[in-house]
C-alpha cells in the first residue's frame, strides 16, 4: 500500500538532512536587503549639509495612513537650514501606523524623504514609535541616525533605486543612470551598478552562509 | 532463594537508575525529534540553550513547570487535575519490564547476589505492557472529558478509539513472539534470540512491521496523529491544559515513544543481544555495558525511525486510519498468527524439520 510512494518520501527527507542549512541566524547574520527594501524613511541633506526638506507637507498630503506631520517654518535668513525660502521646522512619523509604501518618496519633490534598508525598529513605548527630525534626518555626514543592532551607520549606500524607477526624472532600467540628483545620506552619489551585485549593506560577514538568499533577486 | 537486604536495595537502585536514564533519554529524545526534523526540513533547529541546543528542552521544561496552574471553567476540577498522573504514570510503569541489560552475579559474604538491569521481572512480562497502555487511554479520555470544551472531547474521542484499534494489532503483532518463543518472560524472550536469531530477520519480519506501524498509532505518532491534528483540534485533548500538566502529557507521549521502541527491540531486534555479549551465566563488566549499549542503540535507531517517518507523512485521513487498522493490519496479523500457530504444531508432532526458522 503506497509503499514505493513512501519510500521516494522518505529519500528525500533522508536526502535533505546532509544538505546545508538555508537558516539565517538572524541577530548575528543579516541577510543583504535588496536595493530597492522599503525599509524606514531619511531625511537627507545636500553634500553642503543643507538640509533638502523644505517643509511642503507633501509627503504629509499623499500618506494614506496619515502617518506624517509637517510643520514647515521659514528660514532664518542668517543661518538658513535649507536652501530656499521655507525648512521642515517640524517632521515626525509615526512608525506604528506608517504603511511603507513609499508614497511620500514619490511625492517628495526635492528627495528630501528616501527609504532605506534599516528596519529594526522595535520599540516599547508607543511614545517611541514617533520618529521626529532628530531620528529621521542624517547626520553631518550623511549618517542614519539609527538605534538598530546590526547597523553601520555609514551604510545607506544601494538603497534608492525604487524611487529612481518611479520618479519622473528617473528609468525604470536605472542601471548605471544617476536618474536623480542625489539620494538618502548626504550629497550626490554615483550612479547605480544595478541589482546583479548586491553589496553587503550590514554588518561585516553578512553575505556569509546566505549565498543562496542573494541569487534569489533578479 | 531468600532476599535480602542487599537484594533489595539493589532492586531500589536499578529501579531509580531506570527512572533517571528514562527522563535523560526522553528529554533529549525531544531535542533529538526537533533537531532531525528540522534537519530534514533544511533547517537549524534549536541551538540557542547551551551548546547545540543541548538544553532547550530543560529550558522548555522549566519554562512549563513556573507557569500558572489554570483550571478552565465548566471544566470538572478533580478529573481535569487528575488526568495527566493518569497518562503519565503508566507510561512510566511500562518501561519498567524491559531487560536493559544482560544480568549478571556477585559474590557479597557467603551469598551470590543477581543483578537484573530491570525494573521488575515479572512473570506476565509482555502483559504488563499491554495492561499499562490500556490504562494510559484512561488518562487521555478523562482529560478531554474533564476539560469542558469541545477540541479537548473530539480529541479524546479521537484518541481512545484509534488507541483501541490499534490496540488489537498491536497485541496480535505480539502474539506470534510468544507462541514462539512459548514465554511471557522478556529474559526469557532475549536469550531466545541470542546469536543474531533477532526475530525481525526472519520469520517474524510482519509482526515486527505491524508491531511498528500500530506502536506509531498507539502513541499517536505523526501519521496517525489525528488525536491532537493541530489543523482541525487545535490541539486535541490537551488543548485546555497548560504550565507543568501539559508537559506531563508531553513527557507521556515521548516516553510512550521510547517505550514501543524499546518493546520492539525487545521482542524483535534481539534486546541486549550483539557481538561479544553472548548469553550467559556470568558475563563480565564489560560485556554487561556493551550489552546495554546494543539496546540504547537499537532503541535510538527505532527512535530515528520514527522521527524519519514524522518528517516524511502527513496525516491520514480518519477513515483510512481506521480501515488501515481494521482492514489490513488485524486480518494480516490473524492470518500470521494461524499459519505461525499452525508452524508450531507442526514442528511439535515432527511434520516440519525442528531448528527451522528458529
Redesign the interface.
Known amino acids: 500500500?503506497f509503499i514505493g510512494a513512501?519510500a521516494r518520501?522518505?529519500r528525500?527527507?533522508?536526502r535533505?538532512?546532509f544538505?546545508?542549512?538555508?537558516?539565517t541566524?538572524y541577530p548575528e547574520e543579516v541577510r543583504p536587503k535588496p536595493p530597492r527594501f522599503h525599509g524606514r524613511h531619511v531625511l537627507n541633506r545636500y553634500a553642503d549639509g543643507m538640509e533638502k526638506c523644505i517643509g511642503c507637507e507633501l509627503c504629509a498630503g499623499v500618506c494614506p495612513s496619515s502617518c506624517i506631520y509637517v510643520r514647515g517654518a521659514d528660514n532664518p535668513p542668517e543661518a538658513p537650514v535649507s536652501p530656499g525660502e521655507r525648512f521642515g521646522y517640524v517632521y515626525e512619523i509615526n512608525f506604528l501606523r506608517c504603511i511603507f509604501c513609499g508614497l511620500c518618496v514619490e511625492a517628495c519633490p526635492t528627495t528630501a524623504i528616501t527609504m532605506t534598508n534599516l528596519f529594526e525598529m522595535s520599540f516599547t513605548d508607543r511614545e517611541d514609535a514617533i520618529f521626529g527630525k532628530d531620528l529621521l534626518l542624517v547626520g553631518e555626514e550623511g549618517e542614519s541616525r539609527h538605534e538598530g543592532k546590526n547597523y553601520d551607520p555609514l551604510s545607506l549606500s544601494k538603497r534608492g533605486g525604487w524611487m529612481r524607477a518611479t520618479s519622473p526624472g528617473g528609468d525604470a532600467d536605472y542601471e548605471g543612470i544617476p536618474g536623480w540628483p542625489s539620494d538618502a545620506g548626504r550629497g550626490v552619489e554615483t550612479a547605480e551598478t544595478g541589482q546583479h551585485n548586491l553589496p553587503s549593506v550590514n554588518a561585516e560577514g553578512s553575505q556569509e552562509g546566505s549565498g543562496a538568499v542573494s541569487e534569489g533577486y533578479p | 532463594m531468600e532476599k535480602d537486604w542487599l537484594d533489595h536495595g539493589i532492586t531500589i537502585l536499578v529501579v531509580i537508575l531506570i527512572f533517571t536514564v528514562q527522563m535523560l533519554i526522553t528529554t533529549f529524545l525531544v531535542l533529538f525529534e526537533r533537531k532531525?526534523v528540522?534537519?530534514?526540513?533544511?533547517?537549524?533547529g534549536p541551538n540557542r540553550a547551551g551548546p547545540w541546543g543541548l538544553f532547550q528542552t530543560v529550558a522548555d521544561a522549566l519554562k512549563l513547570m513556573v507557569k500558572e496552574i489554570f483550571v478552565p471553567r465548566g471544566a470538572d476540577r478533580t478529573i481535569y487535575m487528575l488526568a495527566p498522573f493518569l497518562t503519565v504514570f503508566p507510561a512510566f510503569m511500562a518501561f519498567a519490564i524491559l531487560p536493559i541489560g544482560p544480568s549478571f552475579e556477585f559474590v557479597h559474604g557467603d551469598k551470590t547476589h543477581v543483578v537484573a538491569i530491570q525494573g521488575a521481572n515479572l512473570n506476565v512480562g509482555i502483559l504488563w505492557l499491554l495492561a499499562m497502555s490500556s490504562v494510559a487511554v484512561y488518562g487521555v479520555m478523562l482529560a478531554g472529558w474533564a476539560s469542558g470544551s469541545k477540541y479537548s472531547l473530539l480529541g479524546s474521542v479521537r484518541a481512545s478509539a484509534q488507541v483501541i484499534s490499534y490496540e488489537a494489532a498491536l497485541s496480535l503483532s505480539i502474539l506470534p513472539v510468544l507462541l514462539w518463543t512459548g514465554t511471557l518472560d522478556l529474559q526469557e524472550i532475549v536469550a531466545a534470540q541470542s546469536g543474531w536469531n533477532w526475530y525481525a530477520f526472519g520469520l517474524l519480519l510482519i509482526p515486527f512491521v505491524s508491531f511498528f506501524i500500530s506502536g506509531m498509532a498507539e502513541t499517536n505518532r505523526l501519521p496517525f496523529d489525528l488525536v491532537e491534528a493541530e489543523s482541525e483540534l487545535v490541539a486535541g485533548f490537551h488543548t485546555e491544559y497548560g504550565g507543568a500538566r501539559f508537559m506531563f502529557f508531553f513527557l507521556a507521549e515521548y516516553i510512550n515513544i521510547m517505550t514501543i521502541s524499546a518493546v520492539a527491540v525487545t521482542l524483535f531486534l534481539g534486546g541486549w543481544n550483539g557481538p561479544w555479549v553472548p548469553v550467559q551465566a556470568d558475563p563480565a563488566g564489560w560485556q554487561v555495558a556493551l550489552g546495554v549499549l546494543y539496546f540504547f542503540l537499537k532503541t535510538f535507531v527505532l527512535l530515528f525511525l520514527f522521527i524519519?517517518?514524522r518528517?516524511?507523512?502527513p496525516r491520514m485521513r480518519y477513515d483510512q486510519l481506521m480501515s488501515?487498522g481494521w482492514k489490513?493490519l488485524i486480518p494480516v496479523n490473524l492470518v500470521f498468527l494461524m499459519v505461525l500457530a499452525g508452524l508450531v504444531v507442526m514442528q511439535e508432532v515432527g511434520a516440519w524439520p525442528a531448528g527451522f526458522f528458529r
Open positions: 500500500m513512501i518520501g522518505m528525500v527527507t533522508w535533505n538532512m544538505r546545508p542549512q538555508v537558516t541566524q | 532531525f528540522a534537519w530534514m526540513q533544511v533547517r537549524i524519519w517517518i518528517a516524511t507523512l488501515f489490513i
